[in-house]
């Protein structure tokens, strides 16, 4: 079975820093997909940013990125320019690219504050 | 707006009765998925959908737990005899079958249950 860690329960960062969030997980498949979501307080958890395992680029979406490094099973999450917003529990997820349960494995989440 | 929406959004029951939830995905998707989340977890695949049909369940959906999609559309999730540990936040996500490989799922903002 496959697993999923965040080793950092809490982050902070400062308003404008950048902050990088880690994720490592356990798979013996080959193919898979990876998410960050990123729930706010009392607010439904949305999709920060995925990457395709089969891809060597990391994705970019505006001020999130990822380092993906596949051998080392390391998924990290990169916030840039960091604001007030970004304030939210900060979930990483794999999910496997086989069968047709497309059902998501989570991590335990790192709660990230963002101080003025 | 067309997010997933889910009812009631808190349940506060006594121990031993019984209660349901429900879930309506974003109307195109037709799969449907239930999650489980307690306090310092990240969420827990329960059961999914594809259409009407419950492909798979979790070994944390005791026989207790039941759900149901009829016609494809709305699901519920029933809890019956609770006990106190099953409060937690009950998730709702769906996904499109689409163009998108990824089958990004997109969630609900859960219905928190506390059993006293």
């Known amino acids: 079975a496959q697993t999923v860690t965040q080793s950092q329960p809490e982050m902070s960062v400062q308003e404008a820093e950048t902050v990088t969030l880690s994720c490592t997980y356990d798979?013996?498949?080959?193919?898979?997909?990876l998410f960050w979501y990123k729930q706010p307080p009392s607010r439904q958890m949305i999709l920060v940013i995925r990457?395709?395992?089969?891809?060597?680029q990391n994705a970019t979406e505006n001020r999130f990125s990822v380092n993906f490094q596949k051998a080392a099973k390391s998924f990290s999450l990169k916030i840039s320019d960091s604001q007030l917003g970004d304030a939210a529990m900060y979930f990483c997820a794999y999910r496997s690219a086989r069968g047709s349960n497309y059902k998501l494995t989570f991590g335990k989440g790192t709660l990230l504050t963002v101080n003025p | 707006d067309t997010g997933v929406s889910q009812n009631p959004r808190h349940k506060i029951t006594k121990r031993g009765q019984n209660v349901t939830f429900r879930c309506d995905p974003i109307s195109e998707h037709n799969r449907l998925y239930w999650y489980r989340q307690t306090l310092g977890q990240g969420p827990e695949f329960l059961t999914y959908?594809?259409?009407?049909?419950?492909?798979?369940k979790s070994r944390l959906l005791s026989d207790r737990f039941s759900a149901e999609r009829p016609k494809g559309s709305f699901s519920t999730l029933e809890i019956q005899r609770t006990e106190q540990g099953d409060s937690a936040m009950y998730l709702c996500?769906?996904?499109?079958?689409?163009?998108?490989?990824?089958?990004?799922?997109?969630f609900g903002p859960g219905t928190r249950l506390t059993v006293l």
């Open positions: 959908f594809q259409n009407e049909a419950q492909l798979e």
């Open positions: 990457q395709e395992a089969y891809k060597q």
């Open positions: 798979t013996s498949e080959s193919d898979y997909y």
């Open positions: 996500a769906s996904s499109s079958p689409g163009l998108d490989v990824l089958q990004v799922q997109f």
